[in-house]
């Protein structure tokens, strides 16, 4: 089997796996191990099966004198139960006492179970609906503004109107799923009666990337990333302004660290939008 990829970690998360304890700390707080009480799910055992992982296959006949051996098939499946069963809540981020960042390191190990083929299976189908037709549903992209169907009267410039200051990102859930429509209905309406001059990028808005990337995927998100960023500065918006909290944190996140530059608009999400609205008395809330 093959050895771990070092080149899926940083040098300060390959610090991290040395600088774990084992103090147990993260496992009292841990939601998925309380529930299914299985040790491989554990922050603890993950980084301590993984360093050994590591060792073992790097560090000679020291390292195996000491117990650590090079990883076998039943040892990374065994592992990629673990690693993927997590939920990246990162409560053990927060309660580590040597401040180990977790998520990231989680996510780490997600690309090297990929690149192993290690993964749930049902990933292959999320990462060809949002290669291929470029939204986790399946349908097609051009119904991104189903949604706007029911409204009593459909904004004017809602898709791809150029020199509109604000690019409303609405989301794969929020554009394809009937229960979320209220979502970006809502929204739009109190942009409308706000005087936000908005528009949405229609049916060249692409899947965020963020199913992708917290399966492990990111090298298959990167065309989404790069298509929606472009997708916008084409139309030369200064704020592009999310409902949807993952799109938010991937666009805020995750964009400017994968591009390595900045987007040049600013990313907010809807909540920040209308706070400022209600400051500057464009809404009102109805008592």
């Not at 949002?130 to 399946?138: A, F, T």
């Not at 608009?265 to 008395?281: A, D, I, N, P, T």
Request: glycine share 8%.
């Amino acid at each position: 089997m093959r050895a771990p990829n070092l080149a899926h970690f940083t040098f300060r998360q390959m610090l991290e796996l040395e600088a774990c304890t084992r103090c147990g700390e993260c496992i009292r707080w841990c939601p998925t191990f309380n529930e299914a009480e299985r040790d491989e799910i554990t922050p603890l055992e993950k980084i301590s099966r993984f360093r050994s992982f590591v060792k073992g296959a790097y560090g000679g006949f020291i390292a195996r004198l000491f117990g650590h051996r090079p990883p076998q098939e039943e040892d990374w499946e065994r592992f990629s139960s673990g690693v993927y069963d997590c939920t990246l809540c990162g409560r053990c981020k927060v309660v580590c006492p040597v401040g180990i960042d977790t998520r990231p390191l989680w996510l780490a190990m997600r690309e090297q179970m990929v690149e192993l083929g290690k993964y749930p299976s049902a990933f292959d189908a999320l990462r060809h609906s949002v290669s291929e037709v470029h939204n986790i549903s399946g349908d097609p992209n051009e119904r991104r503004v189903g949604w706007a169907d029911n409204l009593e009267r459909k904004p004017e410039g809602l898709e791809r109107k150029e020199g509109a200051e604000f690019i409303y990102f609405v989301g794969c859930v929020s554009s394809f799923y009937p229960m979320a429509y209220g979502i970006p209905q809502s929204f739009v309406m109190l942009m409308e009666k706000a005087g936000v001059n908005f528009t949405t990028l229609g049916g060249e808005e692409w899947c965020c990337g963020f199913p992708l990337l917290i399966a492990g995927m990111s090298k298959a998100a990167e065309e989404c990333i790069r298509h929606n960023v472009e997708a916008v500065r084409r139309l030369g918006a200064r704020v592009l302004v999310t409902t949807c909290p993952s799109c938010y944190h991937t666009w805020k996140s995750d964009y400017p660290r994968i591009l390595g530059e900045p987007l040049g608009f600013e990313v907010m999400h809807s909540s920040q939008l209308l706070v400022k609205l209600l400051e500057e008395g464009s809404i009102e809330p109805r008592p």
